[in-house]
T-cell receptor, first 115, second 112 residues
Framework: DAMVIQNPRYQVTQFGKPVTLSCSQTLNHNVMYWYQQKSSQAPKLLFHYYDKDFNNEADTPDNFQSRRPNTSFCFLDIRSPGLGDAAMYLC??????????????FGPGTRLTVL | DAKTTQPPSMDCAEGRAANLPCNHSTISGNEYVYWYRQIHSQGPQYIIHGLKNNETNEMASLIITEDRKSSTLILPHATLRDTAVYYCIVKNRGSTLGRLYFGRGTQLTVWP
């Protein structure tokens, strides 16, 4: 089945130690998104790629970076995680072309713990 | 910037219809209403979307008022597996590169 896969599902890191979360998709969608969801809050968009074009949200901290080496993969890098970065990180994909529903397909998320 | 207002919580008996309201009084003419839901510890899941006509699919029905300032998501026969947070989102289809801005949503609890 076509899907959005996130690895790992659970990640523990130390305060200040860089961490990378990964997302892959078999849907061949041209847009990939990263959301942050803190406990009991709604998902918040961090940034997205439209093909190779990176689009950062205005209030996303510089501590968060992303890479998209090809259509299928997208990475979220947190350069120096703080305690406040503990959250669920959600990856999503969509395809933007004439006639489509513009639906986003989400992965199961990676829950990040910062010690 | 969420442009919708939803009740924080609702409950519903299993087998009954669940009617989830959403206010979007500042919606503009080219903005669609999308509904997603998020079951605990899972990623959000698309349910349905519409512009001005009522829509129905295998999951739900969407009723949009004539002035488009509010809508209702209807789950016709709620099951325990429908317990989730339901998000109503207003967005331009396509032109904002698919950005979804989630509000607080409605926690729907379906009880046996």
């Amino acid at each position: 089945d076509a899907m959005v896969i996130q690895n790992p599902r659970y990640q523990v890191t130390q305060f200040g130690k860089p961490v990378t979360l990964s997302c892959s998709q078999t849907l061949n969608h041209n847009v990939m998104y990263w959301y942050q969801q803190k406990s009991s809050q709604a998902p918040k968009l961090l940034f997205h790629y439209y093909d190779k074009d990176f689009n950062n949200e205005a209030d996303t901290p510089d501590n968060f970076q992303s890479r998209r080496p090809n259509t299928s993969f997208c990475f979220l890098d947190i350069r120096s995680p703080g305690l406040g970065d503990a959250a669920m990180y959600l990856c999503a994909t969509s395809t933007l072309s004439t006639g489509n529903t513009d639906t986003q397909y989400f992965g199961p998320g990676t829950r990040l713990t910062v010690l | 910037d969420a442009k919708t207002t939803q009740p924080p919580s609702m409950d519903c008996a299993e087998g009954r219809a669940a009617n989830l309201p959403c206010n979007h009084s500042t919606i503009s003419g080219n903005e669609y209403v999308y509904w997603y839901r998020q079951i605990h510890s899972q990623g959000p899941q698309y349910i349905i979307h519409g512009l001005k006509n009522n829509e129905t699919n295998e999951m739900a029905s969407l009723i949009i008022t004539e002035d488009r300032k509010s809508s209702t998501l209807i789950l016709p026969h709620a099951t325990l597996r429908d317990t989730a947070v339901y998000y109503c989102i207003v967005k331009n289809r396509g032109s904002t590169l698919g950005r979804l801005y989630f509000g607080r949503g409605t926690q729907l609890t379906v009880w046996p």
